[in-house]
């Protein structure tokens, strides 16, 4: 896959999650801000804005996604967003071109850097209930096909995403709402759901 393939799959992913920002707006006013879809399309402006930039390759474009996203004002999906996008680049090709298994290698170091942020496991109703799932299902691709290993993540995500309508929140402002949240999928989710929706579309 080369650079420009795959800024043409992170803006699509971008545009999902624009898309989706009353949505995400609506989920979010049940529990939470009712910011997340105002947030969400700040920081998809600010991928989409980098995935724009001719220079440099693919480690550069990552690294300007996370470094856009980093100086944004907005809610905690902010440094969330900027913590995966920068485990992104840290072991992206500085070329044009990207295969599987580097594709496999740095979606891996992202969930890691994350991780060691968020602490939230599937289960937690956060946007981790739709990313460990994507991301355990690049891990486990056994193909040669970059678009079947994005495939198989949105997939994931979207069941993910799903499965959060039945846990209760345990983070942020809708973990004292208890019970009452199960029901209603974490926006987070959804919008990370959408984001690899996108990522699927060439």
């Not at 090709?93 to 740095?106: H, M, R, W």
Request: charged share 25%; hydrophobic share 45%; proline share 2%.
């Amino acid at each position: 896959m080369t650079k420009t393939e795959l800024a043409a799959r992170l803006k699509n992913a971008c545009a999902a999650v624009l898309a989706a920002e009353d949505e995400l707006t609506e989920i979010d006013s049940r529990f939470g801000d009712a910011d997340h879809g105002l947030t969400m399309a700040k920081i998809a402006g600010a991928i989409g804005g980098a995935a724009d930039q001719p220079e440099g390759g693919i480690r550069a474009m990552l690294d300007g996604a996370a470094m856009a996203v980093m100086t944004l004002n907005g809610g905690s999906a902010v440094p969330l967003w900027n913590t995966w996008l920068d485990g992104l680049q840290e072991d992206a090709p500085e070329g044009d071109e990207i295969g599987v298994a580097e594709l496999k290698a740095i979606f891996a170091r992202a969930l890691e850097e994350l991780n060691d942020m968020s602490g939230a496991k599937v289960g937690d109703k956060t946007m981790m209930d739709a990313l460990i799932p994507a991301s355990q299902a690049i891990a486990a691709y056994e193909g040669e096909d970059e678009a079947a290993l994005f495939a198989a993540a949105a997939r994931a995500a979207a069941q993910g995403a799903e499965d959060s309508k039945q846990f209760v929140s345990k983070f942020g402002r809708a973990k004292s709402y208890g019970a009452q949240t199960i029901g209603t999928p974490d926006a987070g989710a959804v919008s990370m759901s959408y984001f690899f929706q996108g990522l699927a579309r060439a």
